[in-house]
C-alpha cells in the first residue's frame, strides 16, 4: 500500500458530462502529481501542486482542471467529457516539489474513468 | 520521437530465468526512476538512479545507469511468477520541469511456472 488514496476506483459516464476525481496524498507529503495512462499515448503527466500551488504543467487540456486543498489533498475535474478522455487516471504523491532531490513518486491505484 | 524508449515491448520467461530490460534516452539524464505496475493498478517505486555508473539492487532486482546517463537496464536473477508485471522507466532531465517524470511505454513481463 502505497499510502496515496484515489476515489472513486471506477467511474462510468456520458460524453459531454463532467466529474471530479480525488486524491489524498501520503502524510507528509506536500506534492501531488495528476498522469494520464491509456494504452496508445502511456503514462502522460498533467499537472503538479506543491503545498497548495500549482508547480508544474504538462499535457493537460483546458477542459480539465486540478486544486490541491489546504489539508493537501487534490481534485482533478474533467469536463465536456469524450470518448478519447478513457483512461486510467493516477496520483501520486511526494515528499518535495521536486524529483531532483531524491524524492521519489509514490502511485495511487488509480481512477478507471470510461465515457460512453 | 519518443525521449525515451524501453526494450523490449513484451517478454516471456520460464520461472527461474534471468532478464533485462532496458531504457534509452535520447538525451542526458538527470535521474531515473524504475517502476513496477500490474495490470489495471498502480506504480509500485523499485529504485532510483542518479550517478552516472551507479547500481542498485532490491531483492532479486538491480539496476544499473551507464556512465554517460543515457542508458538503464533493469536485471532480474532467478525470476518468479511475483516478477510479472509492466515494468516502467521514468526519467528526469536537465532543465525540465520540476515534476515532470517523462516515462517510457512500458515492458510487460510474463514469467512461466
Known amino acids: 500500500d502505497s499510502g496515496v488514496t484515489q476515489t472513486p476506483k471506477h467511474l462510468i459516464t456520458a460524453t459531454g458530462q463532467r466529474v471530479t476525481l480525488r486524491c489524498s496524498p501520503r502524510s507528509g507529503d506536500l506534492s501531488v502529481y495528476w498522469y494520464q495512462q491509456s494504452l496508445d499515448q502511456g503514462l502522460q503527466f498533467l499537472i503538479q501542486y506543491y503545498n497548495g500551488e500549482e508547480r508544474a504543467k504538462g499535457n493537460i487540456l483546458e477542459r480539465f482542471s486540478a486544486q490541491q486543498f489546504p489539508d493537501l489533498h487534490s481534485e482533478l475535474n474533467l469536463s465536456s467529457l469524450e470518448l478519447g478522455d478513457s483512461a486510467l487516471y493516477f496520483c501520486?504523491?511526494?515528499?518535495?516539489?521536486?524529483?531532483?532531490?531524491?524524492?521519489?513518486?509514490?502511485f495511487g491505484n488509480g481512477t478507471r474513468l470510461t465515457v460512453t | 520521437s519518443q525521449e525515451l524508449e524501453q526494450s523490449p515491448q513484451s517478454l516471456i520467461v520460464q520461472e527461474g530465468k534471468n532478464l533485462t530490460i532496458n531504457c534509452t534516452s535520447s538525451?542526458?539524464?538527470?535521474?531515473l526512476y524504475w517502476y513496477k505496475q500490474k495490470y489495471g493498478e498502480g506504480l509500485i517505486f523499485l529504485m532510483m538512479l542518479q550517478k552516472g555508473g551507479e547500481e542498485k539492487s532490491h531483492e532479486k532486482i538491480t539496476a544499473k545507469l551507464d556512465e554517460k546517463k543515457q542508458q538503464s537496464s533493469l536485471h532480474i536473477t532467478a525470476s518468479q511468477p511475483s516478477h510479472a508485471g509492466i515494468y516502467l522507466c521514468?526519467?528526469?532531465?536537465?532543465?525540465?520541469?520540476?515534476?515532470?517524470?517523462?516515462f517510457g511505454k512500458g515492458t510487460k513481463l510474463s514469467v512461466k511456472p
Open positions: 538525451k542526458t539524464l538527470y535521474g
Open positions: 521514468g526519467a528526469v532531465y536537465y532543465g525540465g520541469s520540476q515534476g515532470n517524470l517523462i
Open positions: 501520486a504523491s511526494s515528499v518535495s516539489g521536486n524529483p531532483f532531490w531524491n524524492s521519489p513518486l509514490h
